[in-house]
């Protein structure tokens, strides 16, 4: 039983973060390398979602963890645990709930080898562990579980701009999406409910629409 882990909006500003392991026999992995899976940002959203059906009907199991906004703030803000190390402890409940007999997994970490520590310290089942940088560029695995977790993602994207309208990409790096912000600090006097108020930009728009109003 193989399985690959990885996450899609670890960065943006706005919208959840999504986890997610997959887990295969190993034919299914040839099945998949053969229709093409590959890291999900070097596909269009099209292919992703139409290989996303094909990696749920040959996967002997799906877990998803999604962090809102709310919930990474309060892992950073309250509790003080870093990205890294609430990454680390919800690929291990998603490995425990596999239970596979190696998983491959997409380090955020430039150290691997410390990324697949904080993993162990949180994991109680005892599966192999290999952990690696660009994992979802070397191992199909990975690939599958880049897919999946970006498609959610992109889904659950989808679902806040019907509510709440065009805010570009959610990336600090956006102007759209920067502009979004100011624009709603400066109408409700504070950031969204999907915005991750942790962030520096986030914290930065705020600061800056508070300072124009007095």
């Known amino acids: 039983m193989i399985a690959g882990a990885d996450e899609a909006g670890r960065g943006p500003v706005l919208g959840n973060m999504v986890l997610c392991g997959v887990m295969f026999e190993q034919h299914a992995l040839d099945e998949l390398k053969a229709a093409g899976v590959k890291d999900s940002k070097l596909l269009s959203p099209a292919k992703r979602e139409s290989l996303a059906k094909l990696i749920t009907e040959?996967?002997?199991k799906i877990e998803i963890v999604e962090l809102s906004p709310a919930e990474i703030d309060e892992l950073r803000l309250v509790k003080k645990i870093n990205?890294?190390?609430?990454?680390?402890?919800?690929f291990a409940?998603?490995?425990d709930r596999l239970k596979p007999s190696i998983v491959y997994i997409d380090s955020p970490d430039?150290?691997?080898?410390?990324?697949?520590?904080?993993?162990q310290?949180?994991?109680?089942?005892?599966?192999?562990?290999?952990?690696?940088?660009?994992?979802d560029r070397k191992y199909v695995v990975v690939a599958a579980?880049?897919?999946?977790?970006?498609v959610r993602r992109d889904q659950r994207i989808a679902e806040l701009r019907q509510r709440y309208g065009d805010f570009g990409s959610g990336y600090s790096s956006d102007p759209r999406?920067?502009?979004f912000l100011e624009k709603?600090?400066?109408?409700?006097?504070?950031?969204?409910?999907f915005a991750r108020k942790s962030w520096e930009t986030a914290r930065r728009v705020e600061s800056e629409a508070k300072q124009k109003s007095v």
């Open 110 to 119: 430039p150290n691997p080898k410390m990324f697949k520590e904080r993993i």
């Open 145 to 150: 579980a880049s897919v999946v977790a970006k």
């Open 93 to 95: 409940k998603i490995i």
């Open 83 to 90: 990205l890294n190390e609430a990454e680390a402890m919800t």
């Open 184 to 193: 709603w600090v400066s109408e409700h006097g504070k950031l969204p409910d």
């Open 177 to 179: 999406t920067i502009a």
């Open 58 to 60: 040959k996967a002997l």
């Open 121 to 135: 310290r949180h994991m109680k089942c005892k599966t192999e562990l290999v952990a690696e940088n660009f994992a």
